[in-house]
């Protein structure tokens, strides 16, 4: 290169540069024109629902409703302080008539104006209540519980949605698995008609099981198509669940697995009534009516108020403001008192439905938490038997595999014909798809039991091995 120009060299060097960029294009396309997929764990998704999930985003909004309820309840207990005021031009002064009798002779004008061209009022109040028989503090008490109530209600959505989130992902893995488990099968069924075609070339296998490992290849696809559509209506519903749009490719990085034994059932009916969060926002729901028929009681006894006020009041018409004779003033402070005698059954009324809510909240409440008790028994029993499915649907499989592999050695050495194999790769094909069925019941099983029990502690109880 000693002996070429420089700037031949360096135009050499830009072609080879533009050749390999130009290369790099074909190969890989433009850019951008491939997405990167998304490598989705289990806690990814869940993550990103709880991000994404609508129904948690408008419990945030219900919780901030909550907080400034309590806010308007505070108030109540302090001083309110007002100002007001108010400017006036009269453009025509209001007037007065007098009396004949009151004129000085018969000619004297008899209307009389009043007033000035300019006209203001201002003034600052103040307001205290000094005792309310309870209203005050049963308000805020009131609020207080709805608030956690509302705190409570948004954990207990984050519970379903984590649930929601699981369940999506085990269709996605379930769904997966079947369409892998139908590849392998048409797979087999292809091996098996290539098999049974030489055979018949070489006269030892018949027409019919020709014919019958070829109906068998046929009805094997439709499965696998069906598979396959299940598995995008599976990534459908777990995008949805995730936030993620419709056009984001997914590949999961976790799978379907085994559980262990759940732990002691009365330790988790002991961890539900007192870890729940759907139970602890009905207790709370239950308080904060308690506090409303405290308020509804009260309208029947009397309230004590502190006020007091300052106004100012003036008019003028020359300059541009008014002179100090011209402006009055005056001040008070006043202590009243409100004492219902009779209000027509009002107060009657408002604690008779204080009552009635007050029951119907208690009557949730026990109905929630006979459902929750019932749901955590089911769960544990249905985890339960799901692990001691598990292990025969494995044994099965074992089985079905070890028959299929005997039958494929027996069709070698001729001691077994096509039927036998094709029979053999259909039962380790329902068995395989037995065993995916149970992971799937099982993981199922553990997630229903964990929502159901509704603890955030429920990784940490303690499960026997």
């Keep these: 290169m000693d002996h070429i120009p420089k700037k031949q060299c360096d135009r050499l060097l830009l072609f080879s540069l533009i050749v390999s960029l130009a290369g790099t294009l074909l190969i890989?396309?433009?850019?951008?024109?491939?997405?990167?997929?998304?490598?989705?764990?289990?806690?990814?998704?869940?993550?990103?629902?709880?991000?994404?999930?609508?129904?948690?985003?408008?419990?945030?909004?219900a919780i901030a409703g909550a907080e400034g309820q309590v806010t308007q309840a505070k108030s109540a207990a302090f001083p309110q302080l007002s100002l007001t005021g108010q400017y006036g031009r009269n453009f025509l002064k209001p007037a007065f008539f007098l009396p004949e009798e009151f004129r000085e002779d018969s000619d004297a004008p008899a209307k009389v104006e009043i007033g000035e061209d300019n006209d203001f009022q201002g003034s600052a109040n103040l307001t205290q209540v000094l005792w309310a028989a309870g209203r005050v503090s049963a308000g805020l008490d009131a609020a207080r519980a709805y608030l956690r109530s509302f705190r409570f209600q948004e954990q207990a959505a984050s519970d379903y949605v984590r649930f929601n989130i699981k369940e999506a992902y085990f269709g996605v893995l379930l769904a997966s698995e079947f369409v892998r488990i139908a590849e392998k099968a048409l797979h087999e069924t292809e091996e098996a008609v290539r098999v049974a075609r030489a055979g018949f070339d070489e006269g030892v296998v018949s027409r019919f099981d020709v014919m019958r490992a070829e109906v068998e290849l046929a009805n094997r696809k439709?499965?696998?198509?069906?598979?396959?559509?299940?598995?995008?209506?599976?990534?459908?519903?777990?995008?949805?669940?995730?936030?993620?749009?419709?056009?984001?490719?997914?590949?999961?990085?976790?799978s379907l697995k085994s559980a262990h034994h759940a732990g002691d059932l009365e330790t988790l009916l002991a961890v539900m009534h007192g870890g729940s969060a759907e139970i602890k926002a009905l207790e709370n729901h239950v308080e904060a009516r308690k506090h409303f028929l405290r308020i509804s009681k009260a309208e029947r006894y009397p309230m004590l108020q502190l006020s007091a006020f300052?106004?100012?009041?003036?008019?003028?018409?020359?300059?541009?403001?008014?002179?100090?004779?011209?402006?009055?003033?005056?001040?008070?402070?006043?202590?009243?008192?409100?004492?219902?005698?009779?209000?027509?059954?009002?107060?009657?009324?408002?604690?008779?439905?204080?009552?009635?809510?007050?029951?119907?909240?208690?009557?949730?409440?026990?109905?929630?938490?006979?459902?929750?008790?019932?749901?955590?028994?089911?769960?544990?029993?249905?985890?339960?038997?799901?692990?001691?499915?598990?292990?025969?649907?494995?044994?099965?499989?074992?089985?079905?595999?070890?028959?299929?592999?005997?039958?494929?050695?027996?069709?070698?050495?001729?001691?077994?014909?096509?039927?036998?194999?094709?029979?053999?790769?259909?039962?380790?094909?329902?068995?395989?798809?037995?065993?995916?069925?149970?992971?799937?019941?099982?993981?199922?099983?553990?997630?229903?039991?964990?929502?159901?029990?509704?603890?955030?502690?429920?990784?940490?109880?303690?499960?026997?091995?």
């Excluded at 499965?223 to 419709?246: F, H």
């Excluded at 106004?311 to 008014?322: C, F, G, N, R, V």
């Excluded at 050495?413 to 069925?437: H, I, K």
């Design 310 to 465: 300052y106004a100012i009041q003036t008019q003028w018409s020359k300059d541009l403001l008014p002179d100090e004779e011209l402006i009055a003033k005056v001040a008070a402070v006043q202590v009243g008192m409100h004492v219902p005698i009779f209000d027509g059954l009002n107060a009657k009324g408002k604690i008779r439905e204080a009552r009635a809510n007050l029951r119907l909240a208690e009557l949730e409440l026990e109905r929630v938490q006979r459902d929750k008790e019932l749901a955590v028994r089911r769960a544990w029993l249905s985890l339960e038997s799901a692990i001691t499915a598990l292990e025969g649907r494995r044994e099965t499989v074992r089985l079905a595999e070890e028959a299929h592999r005997l039958s494929v050695v027996r069709l070698r050495n001729g001691l077994a014909t096509p039927l036998e194999r094709l029979d053999a790769e259909l039962a380790m094909t329902t068995a395989r798809g037995q065993l995916a069925e149970a992971l799937y019941t099982l993981n199922m099983a553990e997630a229903y039991l964990e929502l159901a029990v509704g603890s955030k502690d429920y990784s940490n109880i303690t499960i026997n091995q």
């Design 28 to 61: 890989c396309g433009p850019v951008g024109a491939r997405e990167a997929k998304l490598v989705l764990s289990l806690e990814r998704a869940i993550e990103l629902g709880l991000e994404n999930d609508e129904t948690l985003l408008q419990a945030e909004q």
């Design 222 to 254: 439709t499965p696998l198509v069906g598979a396959r559509n299940n598995l995008d209506q599976a990534l459908i519903l777990l995008r949805r669940r995730c936030g993620l749009g419709p056009d984001v490719e997914i590949v999961l990085s976790d």
